[in-house]
């Protein structure tokens, strides 16, 4: 459990300010044992969680902070805790003297991927007890802004990435599956002798790795303007075929299929856009979702969407809901679908940021607290669904 508590109050209140918790929505600690840390931090935002796994310390913090309603106690492991029924809180600040287990190089670099890393201090031995046999550095993550790295497959690149750390003396050559166009070009591209071991290589190096096995050679592109739309009249006709970029310019009406996949548990996977979308870059929206390409219907657009975007490929989708054009779907007749699924999803990186399974509950708690973390189409077909 990684039981070193830290004993010095001047370093406690300080790595408490580091979090700027005041005013905070919400403020998570991990691991906050006998509170060292936690009495600077009670108080300050609006709500204050602790997740403790000790069985006799979680009992005791939540007999110290019964009866307070902006303080909530759980004794969990927090590596089983699902953060996402918190999301309706906004950006969550999360803080904790982890367990010195936590460390190694392959995290560092799994974090660098998503976090901007900063070094803030580091402290002695002296200051815990017992007395760990290692200095401790206090560290700020603050997420990395996605436009800073080029795009990559991130299912793919945490398998490369733990195939070349599996085995420390072997050299990266016999730890990754063969390279497309042979080991020599992939060496090449990197820049490094044919020896290199994985943590001689950057997280820029790594992501070119990963790039080079989904043989992505081309710089990243957004959506292209030119695709081919029908576009219909108020009754939902076809009348013209025009690019996307016309269609939006001259807001005119056209159609879009959205989908919810759903799985066994009955909950619902959500993807975040991608930041290289033209269109509500970064919000959440549904599974899947997609204009109908010009003379194509709404099942077949939904089928497709499903495995260009999250590579689910399924024979057909249910059709839930029709929603008529107007300024909540962004001038689009939608047409909602269901798929129910339960198999891996495989996000195609330039459409989709990331994504997740929630509870409904969850999603709708979330959409009442902040519209705006959604893309508004998702708002309109979420709330038509659960109307239903
Ligand atoms: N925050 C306290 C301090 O600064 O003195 C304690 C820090 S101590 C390094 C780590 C704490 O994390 C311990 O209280 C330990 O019981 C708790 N812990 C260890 N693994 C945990 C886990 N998986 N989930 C929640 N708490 C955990």
Redesign the pocket.
Known sequence: ??????QDEEIARWIGDQVQPDGADIVVE?????G??TKHLVGRPKKLIL????SQ?APELQSQFEGRDDVEVIHN???RINLRAWFKHGPLRIV????YSVGSEILNLLVQKDWNVEMLRVVPPEVFVPKPRVDSAIIRLTPRDPATLPVFDHVLFDRLVRMGFSQRRKQLKNLLPEAPGGWESLIEALGVTGMVRAEALSLTQWIQIARHYEQRHEADAGQKASEMFDVVNERNEVIEQLTRGEVHKRKLLHRAVHIFVINKRGHIYLQQRSHLKDVSPLKWDSSAAGHLDAGESYASAAVRELGEEIGIHIEATELATQIPAGDNTDHEFVELHIARHDGPVRCLPEEIATGDWFKPEDISAWVEARPQDFAKGFVTCWKAWAQK
């Not at 459990?1 to 830290?6: E, P």
């Not at 991990?30 to 006998?34: L, S, V």
């Open positions: 459990m990684g039981q070193n508590f830290l991990i691991g906050p044992g006998m060292a840390l997740i403790e796994k000790d310390l492991d927090a590596t904790g003297n982890l367990p």
